[in-house]
C-alpha cells in the first residue's frame, strides 16, 4: 500500500511537508491497527505540490490522503498519474 499526504496552499511550503506527513502517517497507524503489516505500507509526502484544485473556493479538497493498492502479481490496481 502506497500513502501519500498533500495539504493545501496555506502556510508555509516547509510546515505544509511536515503536515502532509503527519496526515499519511495517521492512516498508516489506522491502517496497521487494523490488522495490515505496517512493513506493507509506504509514506509518501507533497505538502501543496500536488493540488486537484487550484480555487480558494475548493481547497479543502487539496486536505487529503491518496491511497494505492500493489498487486502481488505486479503494478497498481489503480494506475498512478
Known amino acids: 500500500i502506497k500513502l501519500v499526504g498533500h495539504t493545501d496552499f496555506g502556510g ?4 505544509n511537508l ?3 506527513k503527519a ?6 497507524k489506522y491502517l496497521a491497527q ?3 503489516n ?3 505500507i509506504i509514506v509518501e509526502f507533497k505538502g501543496e ?3 486537484i484544485c487550484h480555487k480558494a473556493s ?4 487539496n486536505r487529503r490522503v491518496e491511497g ?3 498487486s502481488p502479481y505486479g503494478g497498481w490496481f489503480v494506475d498512478e498519474k
Open 34 to 36: 487494523a490488522g495490515v
Open 23 to 28: 496526515r499519511a502517517l495517521v492512516v498508516k
Open 68 to 70: 494505492k493498492i500493489y
Open 58 to 61: 475548493c481547497q479543502n479538497l
Open 18 to 20: 511536515i503536515l502532509s
Open 12 to 15: 508555509r511550503p516547509d510546515k
Open 49 to 51: 505540490m500536488e493540488p
Open 38 to 40: 505496517p512493513d506493507h
